[in-house]
């Protein structure tokens, strides 16, 4: 949904006439929630507020919230604070061993809730949904700060480019360092972003709007909105536990409740190896992965089936037909001879695809980041003028925000346009002192990651996935020819990947979080200072958390050592490509020709669709964005699982139309917050040295 902003409207009047009583999320209700007010004064929603706007509202609809005092309050970021830090320490062990990593959004929601709303009973203190938005907005920053600790850093010291023989442990100072520089400039990339994304393309952003409609059912008040709250809270309840319970399960009974293999066993009576190949070698099983259902719930069906296209092109098509013909050497791997494998030989045109069908949206919307842009070298010229005393530059375009909060509940520019100049100094600083890279080195890599920050938050805003790793293939790629020795260049190699791909995390985090805001009527102010100070939680536990792991597990930095607790998936990738790249490797030619032919395809879709698609036609055109991860997406079983969600919704829409849309951001929410906690009971279990797979039903050594 478009925003849009009346030239009169006053900025106690935060959003046009039409739009009062329309919630964001696509549900009527009986308030202006989207009110923008200050954080130092009371909130309030209540009955003559929807009858000064002309809304006509009846019993049924009632939703009243309680008064908030403050939307920033202490209280909510530091618990949000700690909640994220106990996510981290998940992110970090799951992401070493499989090379995903949960989020902390929807945790931080609801047990922040569960915890601040008791205290402020006890306090005889309000504790509201933008309240409750602030310490979701902690948590996300301090559990998503994992990036660089299960990629580059790790792959850093495994090729001795740290030094021989040293452990992070020797390092410590600069890894602190580093995680800070990670932490602020993506925190400050965030800002004039959110303008493209939240309020222009509004984009889905699935687990943030979870994470909304979670706030909006757990602050529920009223008669009728009390039962309604009752049932909500129900329902997403018994979703978390089932999701959770699934997860757990499946630790110990993996053949059933995990991943179920059904094209491998029917194989398997029938004698026809071609299917159980499609499970075994291919991917192709079906998984009870609840977060995948959740994201297909709330994600529109051209952008899942064009990931499922893109799956089965690269998994189920032309991949096993350039394996069978001898062209490529197997599915999956980096290190493959000749051509490579499916995954390294698709990483390319995939990530063509990505490239530039972001950069071809924000084409077709760049106005507005062009006035952001803008706007930020204004402010900074502004800063210096003022130094000097001199009369400050004013804003002569004519540009129109369609953003509805008024201008003292923004981050301020000079906020973020001077941290990022900070972060900016800060960072080629720390890369040149402690990394050795060189000082251009990291000006192009930081210029290099704004650009694929948009990739990121295009894709994450989209399908809910964030191809962070891709991110660092691109830059990878890019520092793959620059002169000089070889452990300088492969050290720079890794550590502007590291940079693009941390500062995108972050990035996407952020806009996470303030799409969530936007939903809540909440303050980006108020969002930007609980993420930093989630952000010094972050630096303070990602560095103790990664020494601790590799002094109790040497192999996650010592290649000799064979047998590892940790698949270490994400790490050998990049230090495969790096080792590629910079040792006279080359991509193969026609992976080179398909990814441009799918770059100008990518180009000239968005054309079609925006010059000569209908827009009542244009929600079912083809996603060339998700079709690009798909093909980058090594696991069949995360597409399928996306599918099953999408047509479990739509079965559910056609069954009870209204009961879907009043639960269905409530069951995706259960299902994604049991999941990332049944991922820290799960890594509890395994630190606990409790055995998995310990039943083996419908299970073998060939697919378990």
Partial sequence: ???????????????????????????????????????????????????????????????????????????????????GCVVAASNLYVGLKIGWTFGASLWGAIFGFIILKPLARLTGSTFGPRENATCQAAATTAGGLSTGFVTAI???????????????????????????????????????????????????????????????NLHKTGSKAATDAKKTAQVMIISFFVAMGFVILGNFIPGIFDTVHILYWIGHATGYMNLQHADQVWGWAWSFDFSFFGAGMMTPGST????????????????????????????????????GSVQSWFLWPGIALMVFTAFGELGVNGKSLWHGITSGVREARNLIRRLMKRTELVDQSNYVSKDPVPPHLQVPTLWWTSGLVVSAIFTIVLMAVDFKVPVYSSIIAIVLSFMLAFVGLQASGETDINPTGSIGKVTQLVFSRFPGELQVVQKTNLMCANISASICAQAVDMVGDLKTGHLLGASPRSQFLAQCVGSVFAIAAAVPLFILYTEAYHC????????????????????????????????PRGSVITACVLAVLAIANILLRIKFVPEKFRPYWINLNAVGLGMINPSPALAMAMLTGWIGGQVWHRINRIAHEKLTYSVAGGFISGVGVAGIIKALLVLGKVPDGTVKWACNSDIC
């Avoid at 959003?15 to 009583?21: A, E, T, V």
């Avoid at 899942?304 to 791997?333: C, H, K, N, Q, T």
């Fill in 1 to 83: 949904m478009q925003n849009t902003l009346d030239e009169k409207q006053t900025q106690e009047e935060c959003y046009p006439q039409s739009q009062k009583g329309h919630h964001p999320l696509g549900r009527s209700v009986s308030f202006t929630a989207d009110d923008y007010v200050h954080p130092d004064h009371a909130i309030s929603f209540s009955e003559d507020k929807v009858a000064a706007s002309g809304v006509n509202i009846s019993d049924e609809d009632e939703e009243e919230f309680p008064p908030e005092e403050h939307q920033f309050t202490w209280r909510a970021a530091i618990v949000g604070s700690l909640l």
């Fill in 556 to 587: 996650i930095v010592d290649p000799t050592i064979e047998k590892c607790e940790f698949g270490l998936v994400s790490v050998v990738t990049w230090q495969s490509v790096c080792q590629i790249l910079t040792t006279g490797g080359t991509v």
């Fill in 304 to 339: 899942v089936w064009s990931f499922m296209l893109g799956e089965f092109i690269a998994y189920g098509l032309a991949g096993p037909l350039m394996v069978d013909s001898g062209y490529l050497e197997g599915p999956r791997g980096f290190t493959k001879p000749r051509n």
């Fill in 154 to 216: 790790p792959a850093m010291y495994r090729m001795g480019l740290m030094g021989v023989g040293r452990m992070p442990k020797d390092d410590a100072l600069t890894l602190v360092l580093w995680t800070t520089c990670a932490a602020f400039f993506g925190m400050f990339f965030a800002v004039p972003l959110r303008t493209h994304f939240v309020i222009n393309q509004d984009l889905v952003f699935p687990t943030p709007r979870a994470a909304a409609e979670t706030i909006r």
